[in-house]
């Protein structure tokens, strides 16, 4: 079936840097653009980035800008978020999501359960 | 940036009644690039209805949408148990930024 399944979740000083991946598996994975979306403690969802199936044109929310990075290994079906200079408010439960369609103007339609991101010296 | 907000904050409701909750833009959002999603505590978020009114695969038809410009709507005709969460809508129209409503709690009355 359709799965997604984040890693990389952990507790990291304020300034450090974290990778975070998400393997996809039961869909084409090479077909469709993956987001990242975040969740503070108690918060609503945050949309943080988006990559086309081909991984060109990569877009950010302000919030993150300049210290993140999304990319993906289409042979190994995994989309990467690459977390530079973090800082207490990116603390979050960050989640992975498929596009329904090929483009950008797409629903997310699968996630992921999820990986706990804490910033904390 | 298009701002969604969500009403009300926290609905209270009986199984068996319909439930009604409303995410309006602060500017024109195209009726194809409005979705609803269901989030249950500690799990990750459902896609409800895309398009403002399609439901996705697997969703029961008592879930629906309406709506267009900057009023949308989503009804549960007759709730559930398992329907009580926390409802988001979102625009994915105005691409490449999404933008979420802040959720609607619905509660068990």
């Known amino acids: 079936q359709v799965q997604l399944v984040e890693s990389g979740g952990r507790v990291v000083q304020p300034g450090r840097s974290l990778r975070l991946s998400c393997a996809a598996s039961?869909?084409?994975?090479?077909?469709?653009?993956m987001h990242w979306v975040r969740q503070a403690p108690g918060k609503g969802l945050e949309w943080v980035a988006v990559?086309?199936?081909?991984?060109?044109?990569?877009y950010y929310s302000d919030s993150v800008r300049g210290r993140f990075t999304i990319s993906r290994d289409n042979v190994e079906n995994t989309v990467f978020l690459q977390m530079n200079s973090l800082t207490a408010e990116d603390t979050a439960v960050y989640y992975c999501?498929?596009?329904?369609?090929?483009?950008?103007?797409?629903?997310?339609?699968?996630w992921g359960q999820g990986t706990m991101v804490t910033v904390s010296s | 940036e298009i701002v969604l907000t969500q009403s009300p904050g926290t609905l209270s409701l009986s199984p068996g009644e319909r439930a009604t909750l409303s995410c309006r833009a602060s500017q024109s959002v195209s009726s194809r690039y409005l979705a609803w999603y269901q989030q249950k505590p500690g799990q990750a978020p459902r896609l409800l209805i895309y398009?403002?009114?399609s439901r996705a695969t697997g969703i029961p038809d008592r879930f629906s949408g309406s709506g267009s410009g900057t009023h949308f709507t989503l009804t549960i005709s007759r709730l559930e148990p398992e329907d009580f969460a926390v409802y988001y809508c979102q625009q994915y129209g105005s691409s490449p930024m999404y933008t979420f409503g802040q959720g609607t709690k619905l509660e068990i009355k």
């Open positions: 999501a498929k596009t329904l369609g090929g483009s950008y103007l797409s629903a997310f339609d699968v």
């Open positions: 398009g403002a009114s």
């Open positions: 039961g869909f084409t994975f090479s077909t469709y653009g």
């Open positions: 990559i086309p199936y081909d991984g060109d044109n990569k």
